[in-house]
C-alpha cells in the first residue's frame, strides 16, 4: 500500500456541547480521489476547514507529506501544495476571470514583491492563468467580471486557481453544486482524469459523480466517520444505509 | 482615452494651468493655494494606497502627515541655529536642504507605519478604525507634552528649505517641486495598482481567504502598503511644513486625518486622481465658503454627509456619471 | 511620594474611570447591536455638556441642569439616529466613519454658532463644593466622589437594564441575531433608536457631570471619545463589562502615569528631564497599555469576534 500523502489523525473539534469533528482519522493516497460524504450538518465544512488550515483541532494531527502541519497556517498550508476550492466560492468579485487566476499563479510563484512592472505583461504567469481557465472550459470568459458570473462558472473558477497552484493534493469543498447536470458531467470527467496529477479529497452531495469517481469514500455522520471503503462496500454497508444513504433515495 | 481617463487628464492639468494663470496675473496667493492643493492631494495619494487599495480604514494618518512635518521641523530647527541634533555617539546635524529633509520624514514615516500598522493590522475592521486614530492621538500628545520641540506652540523656521538649482522662496518654483512630486506619487501609485503586489493587496481587500488559500499573507501585504501608505503621507507632512514654515501637533491631530480621509471620499472612492479633485474642492470650498461664513464647516459637513449617503463616486464619480463599484 | 496623594490620585484616575465609562458603555451597545462606529459619540457629550451649561445658567438649578443634559443628548441622538445613522447600517465601517465625522462638523460648528467660541462654565453646586474628610484624614473633593458614586449607579442600572429588563432582552438577542429578533416580532427600527438615544443619553450626563470640573467648550467631545475608543479596544467590543474594566484600567493608568512616571525617572535623572521624559511618556501610557493588550488578546479582554 503507498503511503498516503494526506492524513488526520483522531482529529477533534467541539463547538460548546457539540461535537462537530469525533475522532476522525482518514487519509488520501497518491493518484485517488476520497470523498467524503456525509448529510448536512454532518461537520464536513468543519472538517475540511481544520484540514485546510483556519480552524485549529481541539485534539489530534493533520500531516501532509509526512510533516506535521497541525500548527500551521492557512498560508503556509497553501505553499506546501494544498489547493483548497471553497463551498461558497471565495473569489475577488471585483476582479476579472483572468485576475483571479492571475492570483493564483502569482500565490504559487511566490513573486508577490514586485511593485513596479505591470502584472498583466508576466507572460509567464498569464500563460499559466489562461492554461488553467482553458482546461476547466472558461477561456471564453477570461475578461468577465467574476461578479458577473453564474454560480456554476465561479465554482469552475475556484477549480481553475486551484490548477494554477499546481497543488501536491486538492480539497474540494463541493464543487459540482450549482453546475447542472451536463457541468457536472464535464467536471466529473475532469476530476476523473485531474486525480492523476494530485490526489482529491472530494467533499460533494452529487452522489452521482461520488459513486462515479471516487477510489475510496468516507462517511462522516455526526462528526465521526461510520465508514470508509469503496463504492461498493460503502453501497452495501448496512450502517451507512440506515444512517444515511437510506434516506436518500434510489441509492 | 475613456470619459474617467480625460477627467484624469483635466484634473492633473488644472493645477499648473492654475498657477500658471496665476502667475501671470500676478496673485501670489493663488499659486501658494495650488501649492496647498499639491501637497494636500500627496497625502491624500499616500492614504489612498492603504484606503483605496488596501480597504485599509486608517483614521491615523495624521500621525504620519506630522511626522513628516517634524522631520522638516526638527533638522531645519537645529540648521537654523547652529545646534547639531546630537553629538553622541556620532554627529548628527541640522539641515535646510529639502531632498535630505523629505529622505529623512520618509523613512521616518515609514518606520512609525511599520510599528503601528505591525500592532493594528493584528486586527481588522472596528478595531482598526479604533486603533489607528488612538495611536494617531498618542503621538498627537507626545508632540504636545515634549517640550524640546516647541510643545503646544510648535515650531517655526525663518526661512524656507532649500533645493538645488532653484528658488523654493518664489510660490512658482516651490509649486513646481509639490507638483513634480505630486506627479511622481500619482504615477508610483499607479504602477503599484497595476504591479503583481497590487493585484494580491486588492485581492485581500475584496476576499483575504481567497489571498490565504493562494499561499499569501494578508497581513504582510497589508503592512507593507500601510508602510508605503506612510512614508508618501510623510513626504507630504514635510512639503506641508514647509510650505507654512510651521509646524504644530495641529498636523498630528484627528481632525487632520480626518481631512486627508474627505479628500479621498470628496473625489472618489478608489480612484487614483481622487485625492486631487477632493483636495482641490476642499480648498475651493474653504476659501469660497470660508468667505461666505465663519462656520463653514457646517456646510463641508452637509456636504460630506450627501456625499457619503447618496453619491459614494464623488466627484469624479459624478462627472464621469457611473458610481465605482467597491466596497 | 506620600501615601495621601497616592489614595487622591487613584481616587482621580476612578473618576475619570467611571466617566469614561458612560461614555464607552454607549459605543460599545452602539456597536454590538447596531454594527455601528459612531465618531459623534464625542458631540453628543458635547451637547450634554452644553445643555446643562445653559439651563445651570437660566435656572441655577444644578439637577435641572442635569436632567436637561440627559433629556438634550437623547433628543439629539433620536434626531441623528432617525434622520443619519439608520442609512448607515448597511454601510461599510468606511461610510459610517465618513459620515459620522461630518456629523461632528455639524455639531462642532453648530454649536459655535449658537454659544461662541469661548467656554461656558458650569458652576457645582453649592451643597457639593468643598473637601471632604476621607477616613486617614484624606481631603478630597466632595463632588468628585459624587461622580463616582453616579456613574457607578448608572452602571449597575446598566446592567440590571441588560439583564433584567425586556427590552435588556432585546438588547441581547439584537446583538446575537438580528433576524431572529425581527421575526420574533419586535421592532428592531423602533430598539436601535431607543439603544442610540439611551447610549448618546449616557454620553450627554457624562458631559454635563465632567463640564462642572472642566470648562465647556466646543471640541471637548473627540479627546474623550478617543480615550473612550482606547477603552473599548482594551475592553472588547461589545461587552459591557469590558467597557467597564477597561474604563476603570485607562483611567488609572492615565492619571497615575502622569504623577508617577516623573518621579519614577527622577530617581535616577536630572529633575527637568526627568520630568519631561515622564510626562512625556505619561502622556503615551494608555497607549501603551492599549498596544500591550493587542498584542496579547487582540480582540480586547472581554471580546469575543
Known amino acids: 500500500m503507498t503511503e498516503p500523502l494526506l492524513r488526520t489523525e483522531n482529529l477533534q473539534k467541539s463547538f460548546g456541547a457539540l461535537r462537530a469533528t469525533d475522532d476522525v482519522s482518514l487519509d488520501l493516497r497518491p493518484g485517488e480521489i476520497h470523498a467524503l460524504i456525509g448529510p448536512n450538518g454532518a461537520g464536513k465544512s468543519t472538517l475540511i476547514k481544520q484540514i485546510a488550515g483556519g480552524l485549529a ?140 496529477e494530485a490526489p482529491i479529497l472530494l467533499v460533494e452531495h452529487d452522489m452521482d459523480a461520488v459513486f462515479a469517481l471516487a477510489d475510496r469514500i468516507s462517511v462522516l455522520v455526526y462528526g465521526r466517520i461510520i465508514a ?18 437510506g434516506e436518500e433515495a434510489g441509492v | 482615452m475613456s470619459r474617467a481617463g480625460l477627467i484624469n487628464l483635466a484634473l492633473f492639468a488644472m493645477l499648473p494651468l492654475t498657477a500658471g494663470a496665476a502667475l501671470m496675473l500676478d496673485e501670489p496667493f493663488i499659486i501658494t493655494l495650488a501649492t496647498k492643493v499639491a501637497i ?102 507626545f508632540a504636545i507634552s515634549w517640550p524640546a520641540y516647541g510643545g503646544e506652540d510648535g515650531l517655526s523656521i525663518w526661512v524656507r528649505n532649500g533645493f538645488p538649482g532653484l528658488n523654493t522662496l518664489d510660490p512658482i518654483q516651490f509649486f513646481a517641486i509639490a507638483f513634480v512630486l505630486l506627479a511622481l506619487a500619482l504615477w508610483g501609485a499607479g504602477r503599484l495598482a497595476a504591479s503583481p503586489f497590487g493585484l494580491a493587496l486588492q485581492a485581500a481587500r475584496q476576499n483575504a481567504e481567497r489571498v490565504e488559500t493562494v499561499g499569501l499573507s494578508p497581513y504582510r501585504l497589508r503592512l507593507v502598503a500601510f508602510v508605503i501608505s506612510g512614508a508618501v503621507t510623510a513626504l507630504a507632512g514635510a512639503l506641508f511644513a514647509d510650505l507654512n514654515r510651521f509646524v504644530s501637533p495641529t498636523m498630528l491631530s484627528w481632525q487632520m486625518s480626518g481631512e486627508i480621509m474627505i479628500f479621498i471620499i470628496l473625489g472618489g472612492v478608489g480612484r487614483l486622481y481622487g485625492p486631487v479633485a477632493g483636495a482641490a474642492l476642499f480648498i475651493l470650498l474653504e476659501h469660497v465658503l470660508g468667505g461666505l461664513s465663519d462656520f463653514w464647516h457646517v456646510y463641508l459637513g452637509l456636504l460630506l454627509l450627501l456625499v457619503v449617503l447618496f453619491a459614494r463616486g464623488g466627484l469624479i464619480g459624478a462627472l464621469a456619471g457611473r458610481e465605482v463599484a467597491h466596497d | 511620594m506620600s501615601v495621601i496623594l497616592l489614595i487622591e490620585q487613584v481616587l482621580n484616575g476612578l473618576q475619570s474611570g467611571v466617566m469614561l465609562f458612560l461614555m464607552a458603555a454607549g459605543l460599545t451597545l452602539i456597536f454590538g447591536v447596531m454594527g455601528l462606529i459612531n465618531l459623534a459619540h464625542g458631540s453628543l457629550y458635547m451637547v450634554g455638556a452644553f ?65 461662541g467660541s469661548f467656554p461656558l462654565f458650569l458652576d457645582i453646586p453649592d451643597a457639593l463644593a468643598g473637601p471632604v ?173
Open chain 1, 57 to 196: 483541532p481541539d485534539a489530534g494531527r493533520v500531516v501532509f507529506d509526512g510533516q506535521d502541519v497541525t500548527a500551521l497556517s492557512t498560508v503556509a498550508r497553501a505553499r506546501a501544495g494544498l489547493g483548497r476550492t471553497f463551498q461558497i466560492s471565495a473569489l475577488a468579485m471585483e476582479y476579472t476571470v483572468l485576475q483571479n487566476a492571475m492570483l493564483g499563479a502569482l500565490g504559487q510563484a511566490g513573486s508577490v514583491w514586485r511593485f513596479f512592472r505591470p502584472v498583466m505583461g508576466d507572460s509567464a504567469l498569464r500563460l499559466r492563468a489562461e492554461q488553467a481557465l482553458e482546461r476547466v472550459g472558461l477561456e471564453t470568459l477570461v475578461t468577465q467580471r467574476t461578479a458577473e458570473l453564474s454560480h456554476g462558472q465561479r465554482r469552475l473558477l475556484e477549480v481553475a486557481v486551484a490548477l494554477t497552484l499546481r497543488p501536491r493534493a486538492f480539497l474540494m469543498d463541493e464543487p459540482m453544486a450549482g453546475l447542472g447536470t451536463d457541468g457536472s458531467q464535464t467536471l466529473t470527467a475532469f476530476l476523473d482524469d485531474l486525480r492523476r
Open chain 1, 228 to 245: 470508509t471503503g469503496t463504492a461498493a462496500e460503502i453501497r452495501a454497508n448496512k450502517e451507512v444505509r440506515e444512517a444515511y444513504l
Open chain 2, 40 to 141: 494636500l492631494a500627496l497625502a491624500g495619494v499616500g492614504l489612498n494606497i492603504a484606503l483605496g487599495l488596501g480597504g485599509l480604514v486608517s483614521l491615523g494618518h495624521a500621525a504620519f502627515f506630522g511626522i513628516g512635518g517634524y522631520a522638516m521641523g526638527i533638522l531645519a530647527s537645529h540648521a537654523q541655529s547652529f545646534t547639531p541634533l546630537m553629538q553622541a555617539p556620532f554627529l548628527i546635524e541640522g539641515t535646510k536642504s529639502m531632498p535630505v529633509i523629505w529622505l529623512v520624514a520618509v523613512i521616518a514615516g515609514a518606520l512609525a507605519a511599520l510599528a503601528i500598522g505591525a500592532l493594528s493590522l493584528r486586527t481588522t475592521g472596528v478595531y482598526f478604525i479604533m486603533i489607528t486614530l488612538a495611536f494617531g492621538q498618542m503621538l498627537y500628545y
Open chain 3, 51 to 115: 445643555a446643562a451649561a445653559a439651563v445651570a445658567g437660566a435656572t441655577g438649578s444644578f439637577v435641572l441642569a442635569l436632567i436637561a443634559s440627559l433629556v438634550a443628548a437623547a433628543a439629539a441622538g433620536a434626531v441623528v439616529e432617525l434622520t443619519v445613522i439608520r442609512r448607515l447600517y448597511d454601510r461599510d465601517h468606511l461610510d459610517q466613519v465618513l459620515a459620522t465625522f461630518a456629523l461632528i462638523l455639524i455639531f462642532s460648528e453648530g454649536t459655535r454658532w449658537l454659544f
Open chain 3, 133 to 305: 474628610m476621607l477616613p486617614g484624614g484624606i481631603q478630597y473633593p466632595l463632588y468628585r466622589l459624587v461622580i463616582i458614586g453616579v456613574g457607578l449607579l448608572v452602571a449597575i442600572g446598566l446592567f440590571q437594564l441588560i439583564a433584567r429588563t425586556r427590552i435588556g432582552i432585546r438588547i441581547r438577542a439584537g446583538e446575537s441575531d438580528r433576524e431572529m429578533i425581527a421575526a420574533l416580532g419586535v421592532d428592531i427600527s423602533k430598539l436601535y433608536t431607543i439603544v442610540f438615544a439611551l447610549g448618546a443619553a449616557l454620553a450627554g450626563l457624562a458631559g454635563a457631570l465632567v463640564g462642572a470640573i472642566q470648562s465647556v467648550q466646543v471640541g471637548m467631545g473627540e479627546p474623550v471619545l478617543i480615550l473612550a475608543f482606547v477603552v473599548i479596544v482594551i475592553g472588547g467590543i461589545g461587552s459591557i463589562k469590558g467597557a467597564l474594566v477597561g474604563a476603570l484600567l485607562v483611567g488609572l493608568t492615565d492619571t497615575l502615569g502622569g504623577v508617577l512616571l516623573p518621579g519614577f525617572f527622577a530617581t535616577f535623572m536630572e529633575a527637568s528631564a526627568a520630568t519631561a521624559l515622564g510626562s512625556s511618556l505619561a502622556s503615551m501610557s494608555i497607549y501603551i497599555l492599549m498596544a500591550g493588550v493587542l498584542i496579547f488578546r487582540p480582540t480586547g479582554l472581554y471580546g469575543s469576534r
